[in-house]
């Protein structure tokens, strides 16, 4: 079993940047492929980024490819996602989830999830 925990959200302007964070405790040795999910309200949960154990491979959704950075680090179990040019329409909860295989954008395939974290952009 895996706990995951999201930190970091909260109220920011248009334009603004926010890093969310991503602990993870339990069973960590695993080499768990990390991402991260967004949900809006009356909205599907979309994927948004994913890394690898390695942190050599990441991945993104075309909405946020150049304004969003996710990044790892394993010593001390840790996720982060670095969010910058933030627009009113990546208002949402955002997600971590973990998954003990390779890269995938579908949330069925994600066995681990955190409560959530809540991102607010004002326009």
């Known amino acids: 079993q895996v706990q995951l925990v999201e930190s970091g959200g909260g109220l920011v302007q248009a334009g603004g940047s926010l890093r969310l964070s991503c602990a993870a405790s339990?069973?960590?040795?695993?080499?768990?492929?990390m991402g991260w999910f967004r949900q809006a309200p009356g909205k599907e949960r979309d994927f948004v980024a994913a890394?690898?154990?390695?942190?050599?491979?990441?991945y993104y959704a075309d909405s946020v490819k150049g304004r969003f950075t996710i990044s790892r680090d394993n010593a001390k179990n840790t996720v982060y996602l670095q969010m910058n040019s933030l627009k009113p329409e990546d208002t949402a909860v955002y997600y971590c989830?973990?998954?003990?295989?390779?890269?995938?954008?579908?949330?069925?395939?994600?066995?681990?999830w955190g409560q959530g974290t809540q991102v607010t952009v004002s326009s």
């Open positions: 339990g069973r960590t040795s695993s080499r768990y492929t």
């Open positions: 989830a973990a998954r003990n295989g390779y890269y995938s954008y579908y949330v069925y395939e994600y066995g681990y």
């Open positions: 890394i690898d154990w390695s942190a050599r491979s990441t």
